[in-house]
């Protein structure tokens, strides 16, 4: 059997698709508030687990790149 790098595409079904489409419309008042509230706060905080990752990727050097010189 020879490969033809050719998939076929899965019909979705679409009355799956319309209950899917449905359910990520609905907003209830408690959705609607929370979002105000963290909209205050400033949106989406982050984990303490996510900032020291930036933290430590931001400080590893990556290969390829050089340090910028402040020569001007």
């Not at 009355?15 to 408690?30: D, I, K, P, T």
């Not at 105000?36 to 990752?53: D, H, I, T, Y």
């Amino acid at each position: 059997m020879r490969w033809k790098g050719v998939l076929k595409k899965r019909r979705k079904n679409p009355h799956a698709v319309a209950l899917g489409r449905l359910g990520g419309l609905a907003r209830s008042e408690a959705k609607q508030r929370a979002n105000r509230e963290n909209g205050r706060k400033g949106g989406l905080v982050k984990s303490r687990k996510k900032r020291l990752a930036a933290r430590r990727n931001a400080r590893r050097p990556r290969p390829g790149r050089r340090k910028k010189s402040s020569k001007l």
